[in-house]
């Protein structure tokens, strides 16, 4: 069965930087745009980034443009997220998932995605 694993999360301080990776496992995703979303406590998923189906085109929220990147490397199955500035209201539960359609393009609504994986805690400190 198809699976995603994230990790690279961690207790970071407020202006620090951190790599989250998504490894995919059971089938390949190379077809399929990925996102990355984020759930702090109380609140909820929200979406963080998108990349579409060959990595040359990502999508990112107002709150994270400009301090994130999302990559990924079909050779592999992952999808990684570079954050950086960090900001204690960046403080969440990290999630990637797929994109439902395949060849489908970039989408923000959480509706969108499947095969959410458990998730990485990031927790950011000031």
């Known amino acids: 069965q198809a699976q995603l694993v994230e990790s690279g999360g961690g207790l970071v301080q407020a202006g620090g930087s951190l790599r989250l990776s998504c490894a995919a496992s059971?089938?390949?995703?190379?077809?399929?745009?990925m996102g990355w979303f984020r759930q702090a406590p109380g609140k909820e998923r929200d979406f963080v980034a998108a990349?579409?189906?060959?990595?040359?085109?990502?999508y990112y929220s107002e709150s994270v443009k400009g301090r994130f990147t999302i990559a990924r490397d079909n050779t592999k199955n992952k999808v990684y997220l570079e954050m950086n500035s960090l900001k204690p209201e960046d403080t969440a539960v990290y999630y990637c998932a797929v994109n439902l359609l395949p060849g489908d393009g970039i989408r923000i609504a959480a509706q969108c995605y499947g095969n959410w994986g458990q998730g990485t805690q990031v927790s950011v400190s000031s």
């Open positions: 059971g089938r390949t995703f190379s077809s399929y745009a």
């Open positions: 990349i579409n189906w060959s990595g040359d085109s990502a």
